[in-house]
């Protein structure tokens, strides 16, 4: 068996991390290829030839190229089940449709906040002043805090730790590390899934700055 993981080489995208988190948390061997976006090496061969959208992150295994983030953890649960692996995905039908809800909101919406707070908060430290966030990135906020709130259960979204637990972490990360006000519910939520072996193994792989 054969497994790739392609991920920029800053380490900044938040994709790539949840599919790290998601090899990781199945405990499957891969091996890591460093894709360098600033150069354009996306648009380029061999990773434009390899991966139908040009995107981080993309899985190649056994010949088989996927990239998505939510279309791999899918892939990975349906290849590596739950006989063998750990899930990544809740394996009752509704809170595993709630889960995907999750997942395929925060890629879609927020992008006020997505912008004014990118992952580079996160992954490099805070720049020395970044600028207050705009209403729409504070409503953006509102909307992540108040959906969050009502999702949470306790330590985790659905009883037990899911990939939509990684994801949400993140956003919340993009509030939490750039000083801005959490209730202190979420951010212990957040720090928890931070301390994630999965998650400490993706962050022992950023680069330091030169
Ligand atoms: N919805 C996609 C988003 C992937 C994505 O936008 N990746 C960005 C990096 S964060 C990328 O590869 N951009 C290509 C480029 O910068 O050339 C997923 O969940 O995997």
Redesign the pocket.
Known sequence: MSLRLYV?HLR?????L??FVALHEKKLPFSIKD?N??A????QPPFSTLSL?????AIEHDGFVL??????ADYLDDVFGPSTHPSLLPRAIQQRARARQV?AWL?SDLLALRNERD?TVIFHGPRAASAPLSPEAQAAGAKLLHIAGQLLQGEFLFGTWSIADTDLALALQRLILSGEPVPATLRDYAAAQWQRPSVQAWLATVPVPA
């Open positions: 920029d900044i995208s938040p994709y790539a949840s599919t894709v976006l600033g354009g090496a996306a648009r959208t040009q995107r981080v992150p990239t998505e983030s939510g279309a791999i997942q890629r992952t």
